[in-house]
């Protein structure tokens, strides 16, 4: 019985030493945490979708509160709004950045870019695009096994059973970026949001050559140049055979969309510029010549008649 105490008691002196042991190394390597930080976390939108570039919104408050130029920092699921709320109460300056939306730049359905071979492996993107270029002639195209789909945490993405092509809902899309990240074809983009959702972009990233391009997809961009030339903002540049619209330069004209021969230029939430009726030629008008003048008739004299002109009476000769 006695051992069975002093075992309990040295036990609990043992406990005892080791609790007070560990509060005073607490106490010296703790580390005071500056408490706007929970008010800044308390700000932002709390989706730790990681779209900021940092693990959660715990560590873009951290960053907030310790940087003193917070320009290069954006929470995309929060926007200007939250950004504009946080650098308030810290009294920094936020930069100003307008929404965007995930945008998938392929135009390769079903119809215009045939399945060559059927994929049996892992149904993932990342799987089959390390294995080979896909189920079709198009390396460069997506893949359509949804990987962008799994990691949307806003239910922003879903595939289309008929087009085999992702379609993202621009209301819910927040940019968080994570789907960008997921595709390994590198056909997502992050772009600027037009009011009503308008958009207009190349859905090609083929750096093929124009005959390639139409061997493996019939809505590829073939690098013909019309539309560069068309544009009057200069939106458009051209390179490795491919056209790209820059959004923050796009006026959303549409003059483009009817240039593009593939139908590789997309047009969302507006109509196509209705075409200009072919003019016929005018035809010069030939106007007739006034007749000319009949020549003025001379005055006709007519001669006395020989009865009016009779000999001198002899009269006349007598008195001479």
Do not use: W
């Given at each position: ?64 509160v ?87 945490a ?5 595939l ?79 390179v490795?055979?491919v ?12 003059k483009?969309v ?56 002899a ?6």
């Amino acid at each position: 019985m006695e051992v069975l105490l002093y075992t309990i008691l040295t036990l609990c002196v043992l406990g005892v030493l080791s609790a007070v042991i560990l509060y005073f190394v607490a106490q010296k390597f703790k580390v005071e945490e500056d408490p706007r930080i929970d008010e800044v976390e308390k700000m932002l939108p709390g989706a730790n979708c990681g779209g900021c570039g940092f693990a959660g919104c715990r560590a873009m408050a951290e960053a907030l509160v310790k940087n003193d130029d917070i320009s290069s920092l954006f929470c995309p699921v929060g926007g200007a709004a939250t950004m504009k709320c946080a650098a308030s109460y810290l009294g920094k300056t936020a930069a100003e950045k307008g929404p965007q939306v995930a945008t998938v730049r392929c135009g390769g359905t079903c119809e215009k870019r045939p399945h060559t071979n059927e994929y049996n492996g892992a149904r993932s993107c990342a799987v089959a695009a390390s294995l080979y270029v896909g189920e079709t002639g198009c390396a460069f195209g997506c893949v359509g096994l949804g990987d962008c789909v799994d990691v949307c945490a806003f239910d922003a993405l879903h595939l289309n059973p008929q087009t085999g092509l992702p379609e993202v809902d621009p209301d819910k899309c927040t940019a968080c970026g994570a789907c960008v990240k997921a595709c390994p074809k590198g056909i997502i983009e992050l772009r600027k949001k037009f009011p009503k959702n308008r958009a207009v972009y190349v859905s090609c990233v083929s750096k093929e050559k124009g005959a390639a391009v139409m061997k493996a997809c019939k809505a590829g961009c073939i690098g013909c140049g019309k539309c560069v030339k068309t544009c009057p903002f200069g939106a458009i540049t051209l390179v490795d055979n491919v056209a790209y619209i820059d959004s923050e330069k796009c006026k959303l004209c549409r003059k483009c969309v009817a240039e593009c021969p593939t139908g590789a230029i997309k047009l969302v939430g507006m109509d196509p510029l209705p075409k200009a009726p072919k003019v016929a030629p005018a035809t010069p008008k030939v106007v007739a010549a006034a007749p000319a003048a009949a020549p003025a008739a001379k005055p006709e004299v007519k001669a006395a008649p020989e009865a009016e002109v009779k000999a001198a009476p002899a009269s006349e000769k007598k008195a001479e």
